[in-house]
């Protein structure tokens, strides 16, 4: 029974990343492309958020910082040059590497702290980046921005490697997510998110814990940063280390189901088209955002926990009311009941 | 009364045996700036049930959270096996055999009782040896494999109580910490919780037992202490305490006319 849900899963995330291989090959109209960037963007903010925000419980709210740095650390860079394009995807790594470094320290204070405090003192986190951003002209060219030289691709195909890239990435958190549910990080990852007394009491390593999913998550984050300030050409404090980038990560894998390895995917797929398409159709008028703003709130209000989960526990209901008997699919987490091997 | 030592330091420790499990010498801890223990002396022997009394804030769960390493003495020896282990983190000490069963629940409550069970087994990497455990413990209390897949959130207080001790000998532990596993039980759950303490320490395990229900904990107990303030003020077998006067009065709820804070008085 495992086995065959493990093999559907991978056989659903090979459709999936299939499709979105093939997709700029195909062809579309430009917009189709571009749209597909941002939304492949959010799913790897929201999967990478959710790493730390999901399965340990900590929703981090400054997560923007990162990517802010991220895509400063990249614009800096290559300021003047980007040689034949493809350097700044292969320095990737070693910015998010940095930034996970640079995270460790952070989510050591932040992490002294829980729920809404840690919220608030995350929040703190993002505008303290950004004031630096603001404020240090001479690094980062304060509200002037600072610029990525540009690249020489092809026109015809000038977005592909953007598109890739965040495929890519999206790919890697999606994998470090796989992971964590399969090894005993995520088993420690979900009695902390319980209670970390208890983590404590049967030996869970809480404090290492919550710092690897926090730096893991900021790493990444910062490497999503990374192609964004590439793609988008221009690094400004008020677009890179933006409340709206966090609050869209942290709402999209809220809606999707946190703690799940599609719903911050399936988040990013539904806010990101519908966000475009409203912003869209509503033209320049703020309008678009109430517009935003309802979609989340009618699913929020139908399916509170989130989409994914949601209709797990419908399915969940129906299926012990047809059979009530004692083996019956326990209603826990994924996270919790995988990696302990001898669980099933 | 004769039977019980007053731990003036002049007859605490009478003899040094290699039968020691643990021992606590003149071991304070706190949290914050204040002290709850103030040189708390005491010794558990290996398949011994040593049951704790005392009056609430007398410090009765911060020794055992000081034992299992929940919180570090700021002073003093807590010695398991000849080893000191006061400084260790609450993995090592799990690794070398010692167990705290919280006083709150301590299941997660989102996870089954098989997996919860499983948890205890938390610090091991050896997946037969769990397995081997697990089906030990599913022997031991029946309720593991009965109930497997049920969430440990929807067990009564009793049935919790049972998960909780199984998941307790996941690791095969020296010494098991109680901290009132009678609380908020019907009678019967608590017999059942009684009884399968007493089935603990005659496979050889160590028990320190805290427990408000002073009458219960004594009489399963083989040695017993009451905590005061901080301090043991008194130690002996669990049936002379049981039939000492002035326990009876202060904590079996026999007349009791004397208030505590005079008692305390007495012993500061």
Same mark, same amino acid.
């Given at each position: ?20 291989? $093939? ?22 903010? &929201? ?81 303290? &980046? ?116 966090? $609050? ?97 | ?268």
């Amino acid at each position: 029974m495992r086995a065959l849900l493990a093999r559907i899963g991978v056989v659903r995330a090979v459709i999936f990343f299939l499709i979105l291989i $093939i997709v700029p090959i195909v062809g579309g109209p430009v917009w189709l492309i571009n749209t597909l960037i941002f939304t492949i963007m959010y799913a790897a903010l &929201a999967s990478s958020w959710n790493l730390v925000g999901g399965y340990a419980g900590y929703p981090s709210l400054g997560h923007a910082a990162f990517f802010g740095l991220g895509a400063y650390a990249i614009a800096i860079t290559f300021n003047k040059s980007v040689d034949g394009g493809y350097v700044p995807f292969i320095v990737l790594p070693i910015v998010g590497i940095g930034a996970a470094l640079i995270s460790l320290p952070i989510g050591w204070v932040a992490m002294r702290t829980r729920a809404d405090v840690f919220a608030i003192v995350t929040i703190t986190l993002l505008f303290i &980046a950004q004031t630096l951003a603001f404020n240090l002209t001479g690094v980062t060219g304060g509200a002037q921005g600072t610029s990525v030289a540009v690249a020489p691709f092809a026109v015809d195909t000038y977005d592909w490697p953007f598109y890739y890239g965040m495929v890519v990435l999206l790919a890697v958190a999606m994998g470090i997510s796989v992971y964590f549910r399969r090894s005993k990080i995520g088993l420690s990852l979900s009695t902390v998110r319980a209670d970390e007394e208890k983590a404590h009491g049967v030996g869970v390593r809480v404090t290492a814990v919550k710092l690897i999913a926090f730096s893991v998550s900021a790493g990444l984050v910062a490497m999503v940063g990374g192609v964004w300030a590439y793609y988008v050409g221009f690094v400004y404090p008020q677009f890179a280390i933006d409340p709206l980038i966090t $609050i869209g990560m942290v709402l999209m894998a809220f809606l999707g189901g946190r703690g799940t390895l599609w719903g911050p995917v399936l988040g990013a797929f539904i806010m990101v088209p519908a966000q475009q398409y409203f912003a869209y159709t509503f033209g320049a008028s703020e309008l678009y955002l109430v517009a935003y703003a309802a979609v989340f709130l009618i699913i929020m209000l139908f399916l509170p926990r989130g989409i994914l989960p949601s209709i797990a526990d419908r399915l969940r209901k129906r299926r012990a009311t047809a059979n009530a008997r004692e083996d019956i699919i326990p209603a826990v987490d994924v996270a919790a009941t995988e990696g302990t091997g001898v669980a099933q | 009364m004769a039977a019980n030592e007053r731990t003036d330091g002049s007859n605490a420790n009478p003899t040094t045996d290699s039968d020691e499990l643990l021992v606590l010498s003149t071991v304070t801890a706190g949290y914050g700036a204040g002290l709850i223990l103030k040189g708390v002396d005491l010794t558990v022997r290996k398949g011994e049930i040593v049951c704790l009394i005392g009056p609430n804030g007398a410090g009765k769960s911060t020794v055992l959270k000081t034992i299992s390493g929940l919180l570090r003495p700021k002073s003093g020896s807590v010695s398991f096996r000849s080893e000191e282990i006061g400084g260790m983190s609450s993995r090592q000490r799990l690794g070398r055999g010692i167990v705290h069963v919280p006083q709150d629940r301590s299941l997660f409550p989102g996870m089954s009782v098989w997996e919860n069970v499983v948890m205890g087994a938390f610090i091991l990497s050896d997946q037969a040896l769990i397995k081997s455990r697990l089906e030990q413990v599913a022997e031991t209390f029946p309720i593991v494999a009965n109930r497997r897949a049920a969430m440990a959130g929807s067990l009564s207080g009793g049935e919790q109580k049972q998960v909780e001790l199984a998941r307790s000998l996941m690791l095969d532990p020296a010494l098991i910490l109680l901290d009132e596993p009678s609380i908020g039980l019907d009678p019967k759950s608590r017999t059942a919780v009684f009884a399968s303490i007493s089935a603990l320490a005659d496979s050889g395990r160590s028990v320190l037992l805290v427990e408000q229900n002073a009458r219960s904990g004594l009489a399963v107990a083989h040695r017993a202490a009451v905590l005061e303030a901080g301090l043991v003020a008194l130690t002996g077998s669990g049936e002379s305490l049981l039939n000492d006067p002035e326990v009876a009065r202060l904590y079996l709820g026999a007349s009791a006319k004397a208030p505590v804070l005079e008692k305390l008085a007495d012993t500061a």
